[in-house]
């Protein structure tokens, strides 16, 4: 994030070293969103390749995914979707596992979240190893809806995590680590 071109609102993620675990770099983007002009501007700029895209909804992988996809989806005039971890969700289910830099976990959404063919946008807040936002994709693929893309707010390239997508939509990433 050392580019000259990079937006003044990058400034305010930060690095915490060997959190949640020893070796992980975790980008903190609590003063990012905790500073009012900051989170307009960086919510605008996520938003602005897909304004016309027809987005429908928005899918927000848990947890920092739900802030930035809500607002996402406020800035897009578009309905919001969340993935949620197990045991958060009523209802029937879809679910799908995956892997993380530092362990393993699973994503679900309500059965009925979305219509088949409702145009969705995936966002989540970072792309360290892909296991994340590969496993959401496919969970919005078996429910029906059409992946229009995906939006995440910071790509860790040595981590190589676009490797691991494998949907036909295109991956954007505002910034790069």
Known sequence: MDDPKTP???ALIRDVPDFPSPGIMFKDIVPLLADA????????????PWRDAGIQAVAGAESRGFILGA?????LEAGFVPLRKPGKLPGALLEEAYA???GSDRLQIQADALASGT????????????????????LLQRQGAQLV?????VELMELRGRERWTAAAPLRA???A
Not at 119 to 138: C, I, N, S
Not at 149 to 153: K, Q, S, W
């Open 71 to 75: 607002a996402l989806a406020r800035e």
């Open 174 to 176: 505002l910034l790069r």
């Open 8 to 10: 003044e609102w990058a």
């Open 100 to 102: 993380l830099e530092y």
């Open 37 to 48: 002009h900051g989170l307009a501007a960086m919510v605008s700029a996520l938003g602005a």
């Open 119 to 138: 145009r969705v946008l995936l966002v989540d807040d970072v792309l360290a190893t892909g296991g994340t936002l590969a496993a959401a994709a496919r």
């Open 149 to 153: 893309g995906a939006a995440v707010l």
